[in-house]
């Protein structure tokens, strides 16, 4: 225990303090982070941008918005108790219900008390005399803890692009990821959307049905699986709820962490007609089970081409327009940008007020007072929502000023591309852990669980770290050089690493093109995450 404990260190806010550990951000993440902390008797402290907990699901508040895992399976596992009572009304939950569920968690375990809110920390430097973290935070806090866990989100950092002219158009802009708390009325408006990945496909077909005239702005067009989303099956939730242990464990065994069934025949030995069997009985169940009906789909280019025309095939069933059609057919690999789980996108473009414009090959040119400026044309809108995503990953991480041994800027280690042991913490950062960082399967797996999963571990490794007297843990630059190396091959062996997408940076100008998420699978990653410890944190310096 510290000198200090965590009741003394809110009194004074904007005063230096002697905290075992400083949690950054409030969302799922630094929310357990802190619940285990407190098991473990450790004075922490969690700063949160927001004026409340969340994260992901306390700013994406687009119209739609909603988690593309099913509900049954995206949810903290920590607790019998909270499994047992908490309902889900849907089979994928929607933003405000997930929004709700953070809530309850805090009000139950009584979180709030050591989280400052509508505080950004802006830096953490290692000062290697006292072995500590210094903090500063947006409203002038100075705070020291021994030890800090970023919990900061995988896509927590809104990409906004420089268009130029950005400042002139005298409507109201918006960005998805940060979306007005009182929501928003397009009624009789005019609105122009940029961008169609998960939040756009999600937020379109509610914002068209508002809007006067909405025109969507495409550079690459997405595949899609149906969410078939209803009313949740009380009857499986029960089902679910009698042995929840048991869907938990399957989940563990599968590469995403998601309980979904994989046939492991290669694709290209089943017939055409076996095949389309196999696609339309997993489009008819939806979700990301798709992705299940063959086991080589991200590993063969034939394969991946049979579900790419099946998924051409529907959007040539649903859209009225064979041009419009055609624009919203990718060409690229099935999965390789994450898929979308979809209602009713595509069919929204055969509305008489909506309208698809195709800047693939000319950018958008540049905001206006009255619109954009496109292909030429000039578009007026009253309304431009940015649907464009986020710097992913290192993002949230590197817009904090983070420092370690030597003054080493966490930024310039990470200039050709983030390195990690584990996802979980940086050479040269001692104390410093990763929640879901770059090398760890996180947003290729169900996040939940992932978290859930670093969570515990830094836990159980901190206690470790006090049990056995030690001061600090870092990891060897050898064992995260060998792990580095072992995250690229594995990203070599899939067809996901090939195509422009978040995944690799390939959204953000000048941000280096690195295949980011650990691709080896859940399993093998929880395995090297046990074995790690049961070898006495091997990798690690422990001193
Ligand atoms: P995404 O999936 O990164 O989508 C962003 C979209 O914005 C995507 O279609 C981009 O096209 C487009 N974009 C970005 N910048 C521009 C510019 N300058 N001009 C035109 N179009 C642009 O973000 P989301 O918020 O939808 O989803 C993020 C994740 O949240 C999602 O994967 C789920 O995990 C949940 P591009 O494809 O780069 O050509």
């Known amino acids: 225990m510290s000198e200090v404990n965590a009741g003394a260190a809110h009194a004074g806010a904007q005063s230096e303090s002697n905290l075992d550990l400083i949690i950054v951000g409030a969302g799922f993440a630094g929310m357990y982070m802190l619940h285990r902390a407190r098991g473990l008797g ?17 700013w994406n508040r687009y119209p739609g918005a909603r988690c593309d895992v099913e509900s049954m399976q995206y949810s903290y596992q920590f607790s019998d108790e909270l499994a047992a009572e908490w309902e889900w009304s849907e089979r994928y939950s929607p933003q405000p219900e997930i929004l709700e569920y953070a809530n309850h968690v805090a009000d139950r375990f009584d979180l709030r008390g050591d989280m400052q809110f509508d505080t950004r920390v802006e830096r953490a430097h290692f000062d290697e005399a006292s072995g500590r973290w210094n903090v500063t935070t947006s409203d002038g806090g100075q705070w020291s803890a021994q030890f800090v866990v970023m919990a900061t989100g995988c896509l927590s950092s809104a990409n906004k692009p420089k268009i130029d002219g950005l400042e002139s158009f005298r409507g109201d802009t918006y960005h998805t990821g940060q979306w007005p708390h009182e929501g928003v009325d397009f009624t009789g408006k005019r609105v122009g959307v940029i961008g169609t990945g998960s939040s756009a496909i999600q937020s379109i077909p509610i914002m068209a049905a508002q809007a006067d005239h909405l025109t969507v702005f495409q550079r690459t067009p997405n595949y899609m699986v149906p969410a078939h989303n209803g009313a949740l099956d009380q009857g499986y939730a029960a089902e679910v709820k009698a042995d929840y242990g048991a869907l938990r464990d399957r989940a563990r065994t599968r590469p995403g962490g998601i309980d979904i069934e994989i046939n492991m025949a290669p694709a290209m030995e089943a017939g055409d007609a076996a095949r389309r069997e196999v696609y339309e009985s997993k489009w008819a169940r939806g979700g990301f089970g798709f992705m299940g009906a063959y086991g080589d789909l991200m590993l063969d280019q034939a394969a991946n081409d049979t579900a790419a025309e099946f998924v051409r095939g529907k959007i040539r069933d649903v859209v ?12 690229n690999i099935f999965g390789c940008k994450r898929l979308c789980v979809d209602t009713n996108y595509w069919q929204t473009y055969n509305r008489s007020n909506v309208k698809l414009i195709d800047v693939s090959e000319e950018p958008i040119e540049r905001l206006t007072p009255g619109g954009l400026r496109a292909r030429g044309e000039d578009f007026e809108f009253d309304a431009i929502v940015f649907a464009t995503g986020f710097d992913a990953m290192t993002g949230a991480l590197l817009r904090i000023d983070i420092q370690g041994v030597g003054g080493e800027k966490l930024v310039d280690k990470w ?18 852990f990763t929640v879901t960082g770059p090398g760890s399967p996180s947003v290729l797996t169900n996040m939940l669980p992932s978290i859930e999963q670093h969570v515990n571990w830094i836990s159980d490794c901190l206690d470790y770290i006090r049990q056995h007297g030690h001061a600090q843990i870092n990891p060897e ?48 990653y929880l395995e090297k995450c046990a074995e790690v410890v049961e070898n006495g944190y091997q990798g690690f310096a422990l001193t």
């Open 415 to 432: 200039a050709e591309g983030p390195k990690s042991y584990l996802g979980l913490s940086v050479a040269g950062f001692p104390n410093l």
């Open 477 to 524: 630059a050898v064992a995260e050089e060998d792990w580095v190396a072992h995250v690229r091959e594995t990203a070599g062996l899939s067809l996901r690493a090939t195509c422009s997408s978040w995944y690799v940076g390939a959204n953000i100008p000048g941000k280096p093109r690195v295949f980011m998420p650990y691709m080896g699978g859940y399993p093998a």
């Open 320 to 331: 009225d327009d064979p041009d419009v059609a055609d624009l919203l057919s990718p060409h």
């Open 42 to 58: 450790l004075a922490a402290r969690v700063f949160e941008a927001g004026s409340g907990v969340g994260g992901t699901w306390y």
